[in-house]
């Protein structure tokens, strides 16, 4: 079965903004199979918190995999109407050890961590819950 055939017509934007990142995160998610738990994963985090948007850009620091996520909140409003009236409130970037990760594996990975039993979880905290303007996480 060729996934590429497909068009499963996803709507990433209710939670996760799209950017290349989260696309090739996706298309790497449909050729493992693994889109069925990337789309739970997705709904999890959504249901958690409904007025937060999250960025997710995937990048090397020192030749190693790393994943950033910027927060986005609405500014001065119970809720936005459109992306203008969002500002970005915290970003934090997950590195791996390992530089042979491949770094959407890695992304997969952490977006399905979040989401399991959100918004408790460590990691669901540190990305949608904390207000740092910056912090950085090495991850094994």
Same mark, same amino acid.
């Given at each position: 079965m060729n996934v590429n055939n497909y068009n499963y017509g996803v709507n990433f934007q209710a939670k996760f903004l799209n950017t290349e990142s989260l696309s090739d995160v996706v298309k790497y998610a449909m050729e493992k199979g693994k889109f069925d738990k990337l789309n739970t994963a997705r709904k999890n985090i959504d249901k958690a918190d409904i007025r937060t948007r @999250? $960025?997710? $850009?995937?990048?090397? =620091?020192?030749? &190693?995999p790393t994943v950033i996520f910027r927060k986005y909140e609405p500014e001065n409003k119970k809720f936005a109407i459109d992306l203008n009236d969002y500002k970005?409130?915290? +970003? #934090?970037? !997950?590195?791996?050890?390992?530089? &042979? =990760?491949?770094?959407?594996?890695?992304? @997969? &990975? @952490?977006?399905?961590?979040?989401? *399991?039993?959100?918004? +408790? *979880? *460590? @990691? !669901?905290? $540190? #990305? #949608?819950?904390?207000?740092?303007?910056?912090?950085?996480? !090495?991850?094994?």
């Open positions: @999250l $960025e997710m $850009e995937i990048c090397y =620091t020192n030749d &190693k970005p409130t915290n +970003q #934090v970037e !997950y590195i791996c050890d390992n530089p &042979k =990760t491949d770094p959407r594996k890695f992304a @997969l &990975k @952490l977006i399905m961590k979040m989401s *399991n039993s959100a918004p +408790q *979880n *460590n @990691l !669901y905290k $540190e #990305v #949608v819950r904390k207000r740092n303007p910056k912090s950085i996480n !090495y991850l094994y």
